[in-house]
Nanobody
Framework: QVQLVESGGGLVQAGGSLRLSCAAS????????MGWFRQAPGKEREFVAA????????YYSDSVKGRFTISRDNAKNTVYLQMDSLKPEDTAVYYC?????????????????WGQGTQVTVSS
């Protein structure tokens, strides 16, 4: 199995940027489709972005398309989420997830492993 640890969260003003990292250990991350999800207080966990094993294919939720960029460095066993033009509604705990089988997915239950999350707070 793989262990995932997110970092890079914090407090930022609206319009600012943050870069989240997800470091994997235990197994090489190149075996997995990787995704980012987020969960705001009182809301369900929602899909943000995903990237294929080789990094050629990406997919974004409509709410972040054009503002967020997912990428991966398989040599460093790390996945990134570059978040630009942040809005207060982006405030949430952001989770990294790994999916062993299949292609890019947007549903929480289709991912096998999860990190502990990192808090992102965007002030207005």
């Amino acid at each position: 199995q793989v262990q995932l640890v997110e970092s890079g969260g914090g407090l930022v003003q609206a319009g600012g940027s943050l870069r989240l990292s997800c470091a994997a250990s235990g197994r090489t991350v190149s075996n997995y489709v990787m995704g980012w999800f987020r969960q705001a207080p009182g809301k369900e966990r929602e899909f943000v972005a995903a990237i294929s094993r080789g990094g050629l294919n990406t997919y974004y939720s409509d709410s972040v398309k054009g503002r967020f960029t997912i990428s991966r460095d398989n040599a460093k066993n790390t996945v990134y989420l570059q978040m630009d033009s942040l809005k207060p509604e982006d405030t949430a705990v952001y989770y990294c997830a790994a999916r062993l089988m299949g292609t890019i997915a947007t549903i929480v239950t289709e991912y096998n492993y999860w990190g502990q999350g990192t808090q992102v707070t965007v002030s207005s």
